[in-house]
């Protein structure tokens, strides 16, 4: 049986102001009132509508997460976040290197290493991001990728912490793009993570959740959804519609 609960995280990226937010939150909170939902919701706005967000959704079984941290505890580290100020405004999950923090800010393997160690230190669920670019994949390379993010992200972990972290896919060619994996590209590389978890890490990988990003709509959810190695999605352009948003819930649960 599986055990694993779905997770439905929207990622807001580096949209809506206070005001925005808030209309896109009470949105989903209208649409989702009275439903006893099976899968866990969970949206990651930006950091300035973390604190006001976590006050309209108390008590509403929506959970908040950011879209970044970092990895030191406090102190001379002009324009970043830690982990404990997440903390205190209501996170519980972190989403961790993201493609676009790996190449737009030249994000390391190091950093993002050392930012999953401490939000599982801090008790933050560590959302890790990994996928290949279309040349690796058109190359033959996406396993070797994929191997190769997941030794250095998992470097230095401990075995029980392995299913406290949630693995999203997401290949860097369909982020955005409006052409997401097809369901045969998504289960062969969610079921090659799980294995290579599996053989190489902890006997656990099969309660670890891993998620599909990657234009996921409302068109291509259901289908995305219902396979056997895929455990929610990571929903960026389709998040910032509450409707969308919800359709892609509902998918989840039919799923289920
Ligand atoms: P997208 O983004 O759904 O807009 O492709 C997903 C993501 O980057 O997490």
């Excluded at 656990?204 to 990003?213: K, P």
């Excluded at 892609?248 to 649960?253: H, W």
Aim: charged share 20%.
């Amino acid at each position: 049986m599986n055990k694993r609960i779905k997770l439905i995280a929207g990622n807001w990226k580096m949209n809506t102001t206070i005001s925005s937010s808030e209309e896109l939150v009470n949105g989903i909170l209208h649409k989702i009132e009275n439903n006893n939902y099976k899968s866990e919701i969970l949206i990651c706005p930006p950091f300035t509508n973390l604190y006001h967000i976590n006050k309209l959704i108390e008590n509403k079984n929506i959970s908040l997460g950011a879209q970044n941290c970092d990895y030191h505890d406090s102190g001379a580290f002009t324009g970043e976040i830690s982990l404990e100020m997440l903390k205190s405004v209501g996170c519980s999950y972190v989403i961790i290197g993201h493609s676009e923090r790996r190449t737009i800010f030249l994000e390391s393997e190091m950093q993002i290493n050392k930012k999953i160690k401490k939000s599982l230190e801090v008790g933050i669920t560590p959302i890790f991001c990994i996928g290949e670019s279309l040349e690796q994949r058109q190359s033959g390379k996406t396993y070797k990728v994929l191997e190769q993010q997941i030794k250095r992200g998992f470097e230095g972990i401990e075995n029980e912490n392995f299913n406290r972290i949630v693995i999203a896919y997401e290949p860097v060619w369909a982020i955005g793009t409006g052409i997401a994996a097809t369901s045969q590209e998504a289960q062969e590389a969610h079921a090659f993570i799980r294995s290579y978890i599996n053989q190489n890490y902890s006997s656990t990988a099969d309660e670890i959740r891993i998620l599909y990003g990657g234009s996921m709509n409302e068109k291509n959810c259901k289908e995305l959804l219902s396979l056997p190695d895929i455990d929610g999605g990571l929903i960026g352009g389709a998040s910032l519609n509450a409707e969308t948003f919800v359709k892609i819930l509902t998918a989840s649960e039919e799923s289920l």
